[in-house]
């Protein structure tokens, strides 16, 4: 195995934060389907395929490097959400604390001089700060919206088009 058994790990705690991310827009994605918000339900949806491909990303990496894939139980995510801020302002909290997660797997790579998870890393840093941007950018427009139904209506199916 090239990696530390710390570091196989930790990469197979990510995996499983990844699968909690992938499971918890999907259940947002559920929950804006169910008050006919088709367009959010949509964004959310490929979000959902979107961090299950991030767990995939940790899972090729663990067997590249010769080390093992353990999968943990998925946490049940939460159902629903006051508002469609409500539920973008808990997806930014929770891309930051992925944010933290990750930030803390580049601090033990750079500790280990794991180079090569190192750089394995780098793109998920990179992305990131795409995830969180997005996710601000999504909470503000609906702060500046607030009980507008013809904003969310637009903002709706903006989203959609993703
Ligand atoms: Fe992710
Ligand atoms: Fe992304």
Redesign the pocket.
Known sequence: MMISEKMQSTLNDQINEELFSSYLYLSMSAWFQSINYKGFAGWMKK?ST?EYEHAMKIYDYLHEVGADVSLDAIKKPQASWKSPLDAFKDALKHEKHITECINKLADLAVEEKDHATNIFLHWFVT?QV??VG?ATDIVEKLKMIGDNPAGLFMLDGQLGHR
């Open positions: 979000q979107e992305e795409e995830e997005n």
